[in-house]
Antibody
Framework: EVQLVESGGGLVQPGGSLRLSCAASEFTFSSYWMHWVRQGPGKGLVWVSRINSDGYSIAYADSVKGRFTISRDNAKKTVYLQMNSLRAEDTAVYYC???????????WGQGTLVTVSS | QSVLTQPPSVSAAPGQKVTISCSGSSSNIGNNYVSWYQQLPGTAPKLLIYDNNKRPSGISDRFSGSKSGTSATLGITGLHTGDEADYYCGTWDSSLSSGVFGGGTKLTVL
């Protein structure tokens, strides 16, 4: 069964950093583009970032550009989201998602909660 | 403010049909595939429709998708209480070079 498992969330002070990880299993990870999507408390889905299969093509939402960095390690079947200069408005559940093609997400992790608060 | 516009809520009786609209522009829906997601309370989103109108394996044929111009529609027939969830449309925006979602529609089965 295809699985995506996020980790690394937690409570962090404004201005702090966190690195999220998403470990994939039971599919050929190196063949897929991967995304991060977040959902603030009681809010809708917001696309955050994506990385292509070899890691050389990357895109970010304007709201996180310059603060967040997406990366991947195909040998470890893991995609990462390094989050710096965190703000209260970054508080959300962060999901990683597999791209089945054309930015359509056919597998999602269970999510990891990031809370930015003093 | 979401790039794609969905109604905040829709409702219908059990057994009935409902449609959820998703409106965008030429830079997103007009020139890219639309997908639809169902999010049951407390769970991760689930892909219902991709490539505008295709269903993944295991998704009931009660769910259908269509696209015309810069708008897309999700249809659900034979409603039951288990369909109560938030539904989101999504696509890529070529001008923004980013993924975009609608604000979500809460479905209530009365």
């Amino acid at each position: 069964e295809v699985q995506l498992v996020e980790s690394g969330g937690g409570l962090v002070q404004p201005g702090g950093s966190l690195r999220l990880s998403c470990a994939a299993s039971e599919f050929t990870f190196s063949s897929y583009w991967m995304h991060w999507v977040r959902q603030g408390p009681g809010k809708g889905l917001v696309w955050v970032s994506r990385i292509n299969s070899d890691g050389y093509s990357i895109a970010y939402a304007d709201s996180v550009k310059g603060r967040f960095t997406i990366s991947r390690d195909n040998a470890k079947k893991t995609v990462y989201l390094q989050m710096n200069s965190l703000r209260a408005e970054d508080t959300a559940v962060y999901y990683c998602a597999r791209d089945r093609g054309y930015n359509q997400f056919d597998q999602w992790g269970q999510g990891t909660l990031v809370t930015v608060s003093s | 403010q979401s790039v794609l516009t969905q109604p905040p809520s829709v409702s219908a009786a059990p057994g009935q049909k409902v449609t959820i609209s998703c409106s965008g522009s030429s830079s997103n829906i007009g020139n890219n595939y639309v997908s639809w997601y169902q999010q049951l309370p407390g769970t991760a989103p689930k892909l219902l429709i991709y490539d505008n109108n295709k269903r993944p394996s295991g998704i009931s044929d009660r769910f259908s998708g269509s696209k015309s111009g810069t708008s897309a529609t999700l249809g659900i027939t034979g409603l039951h209480t288990g369909d109560e969830a938030d539904y989101y449309c999504g696509t890529w925006d070529s001008s923004l070079s980013s993924g975009v979602f609608g604000g979500g529609t809460k479905l209530t089965v009365l």
